[in-house]
């Protein structure tokens, strides 16, 4: 069965940092853009990064630029969000999402949108607090 799965969220303190791991079983990552989405208390879902399936272009929210990095281990058929300087406000439930369709990440100003993804993962929870 095609299935994403998140793991490496957890409560981290503000300037610490996290890996988040979206293992892929069913389906091989190579031919797919990899995004990150995050959702937080009375928010709506937020696009907040994403990598083209060639590696050849990335997009980072503002609120995430310098302090996350989006990347993926092809032999593992896995996709990572680093997450470092962590805020307070980067608490949210994480979740990735894949689409063949690599105009959703073409490195523009443009979020990876919600609606254009085909695999969702159920997401995982990141507390940034002391």
């Known amino acids: 069965q095609v299935q994403l799965v998140e793991s490496g969220g957890g409560l981290v303190q503000p300037g610490g940092s996290l890996r988040l791991s979206c293992a892929a079983s069913?389906?091989?990552?190579?031919?797919?853009?990899i995004a990150w989405f995050r959702q937080a208390p009375g928010k709506e879902r937020e696009g907040v990064s994403c990598?083209?399936?060639?590696?050849?272009?990335?997009y980072y929210a503002d609120s995430v630029k310098g302090r996350f990095t989006v990347s993926r281990d092809r032999a593992k058929n896995t996709g990572y969000l680093q997450m470092n300087s962590l805020k307070p406000e980067d608490t949210a439930v994480y979740y990735c999402?894949?689409?063949?369709?690599?105009?959703?990440?073409?490195?523009?100003?443009?979020?990876?949108?919600?609606?254009?993804?085909?695999?969702w993962g159920k997401g995982t929870l990141v507390t940034v607090s002391s």
């Open positions: 990598i083209s399936s060639s590696d050849a272009r990335t």
């Open positions: 999402a894949a689409t063949v369709d690599d105009l959703m990440c073409d490195g523009g100003n443009y979020p990876p949108s919600q609606y254009g993804m085909e695999y």
């Open positions: 069913g389906f091989t990552l190579d031919y797919y853009v």
